[in-house]
Nanobody
Framework: QVQLVESGGGLVQPGGSLRLSCAFS????????MGWYRQAPGKERELVAA??????????KYADSVKGRFTISRDIAKNMVYLQMNSLKPEDTAVYYC????????????????WGQGTQVIVSS
C-alpha cells in the first residue's frame, strides 16, 4: 500500500557530504510529518530530522548533534524527502531510515507506521 524507497548512502570521509533521498509511493499527505532516523550498532534509534507542512510553509526539527550540518527538505510534487548531510563526522555513522505518516508537534516528532528499508552511512578515514 505504502512504500518508502531510500537511496544515497555510502562511504564518505570525515568532512564530506551525502544526500539521502526517500521516495514515497502512495498518497502523499503534505501536512503529515516526515522524518529521518538513524541507528548505530548497540545504540537506540534516534531522530535526526523531521519536517511537516504548515500553512504557508513548513516547520522542521533537528537533533542537536546535526544542527547546522544537516538539512531536511521535501519536494511535494515528486513525493520526495531529502536529507542533505554536510561536514560529516565519524559519529554520524549509522543506518539511516526514512519515516512517513507521523506528526511533528510541540517540538517533538512522533513517527508514523511507514519506514524505509534503511541506508548505510559510514563516515571514516
Amino acid at each position: 500500500q505504502v512504500q518508502l524507497v531510500e537511496s544515497g548512502g555510502g562511504l564518505v570521509q570525515p568532512g564530506g557530504s551525502l544526500r539521502l533521498s526517500c521516495a514515497f509511493s502512495g498518497r502523499f499527505f503534505s501536512m503529515n510529518a516526515m522524518g529521518w532516523y538513524r541507528q548505530a550498532p548497540g545504540k537506540e534509534r534516534e531522530l535526526v530530522a523531521a519536517v511537516t507542512g504548515i500553512t504557508g510553509g513548513s516547520i522542521t526539527k533537528y537533533a542537536d548533534s546535526v544542527k547546522g550540518r544537516f538539512t531536511i527538505s521535501r519536494d511535494i510534487a515528486k513525493n520526495m524527502v531529502y536529507l542533505q548531510m554536510n561536514s560529516l563526522k565519524p559519529e554520524d555513522t549509522a543506518v539511516y531510515y526514512c519515516n512517513a505518516g507521523g506528526r511533528l508537534y510541540g517540538g517533538s516528532h512522533y513517527p508514523g507506521d511507514y519506514w524505509g528499508q534503511g541506508t548505510q552511512v559510514i563516515v571514516s578515514s
